[in-house]
């Protein structure tokens, strides 16, 4: 059973970067067969999926956030993280970590997911 547990700052100011990690219990970022997601929820709104790294290193990302995401993961900690950029109020949002079997492109297609972690963009 794979365990997701988010970290990282709960206020973030505008222009900044915005940093986030998933630390993965009872499985693998890299030996398992899965792919890692981030997806975020802002007040009052819907889930939307932001990106995933697979478990071969490849990389995809939401179009409307690919020119300000980034998704990497460390090996030797078995974390993967996330940065957004030039985060505005409008990033304010529950940000969850997620694993799923199968490439999903969707937060419909997650089969673990993490408790979620609210960043607040604010000045």
């Known amino acids: 059973q794979v365990q997701l547990q988010e970290s990282g700052p709960g206020l973030v100011k505008p222009s900044q970067t915005l940093s986030l990690t998933c630390t993965v219990s009872?499985?693998?970022?890299?030996?398992?067969?899965?792919?890692w997601s981030w997806i975020r929820q802002p007040p009052g709104k819907g889930l939307e999926w932001m990106g995933f790294?697979?478990?071969?290193?490849?990389?995809g990302y939401s179009p409307s956030l690919k020119s300000r995401t980034s998704i990497s993961r460390d090996t030797s900690k078995n974390q993967f993280t996330l940065q957004l950029s030039s985060v505005t109020p409008e990033d304010t949002a529950v940000y969850y970590c997620?694993?799923?079997?199968?490439?999903?492109?969707?937060?419909?297609?997650?089969?673990?997911w993490g408790k979620g972690t609210l960043v607040t963009v604010s000045s």
């Open positions: 009872g499985g693998s970022a890299t030996t398992n067969y899965y792919y």
């Open positions: 790294i697979a478990y071969s290193g490849s990389t």
């Open positions: 997620a694993a799923s079997y199968a490439c999903s492109w969707s937060s419909d297609g997650m089969d673990f």
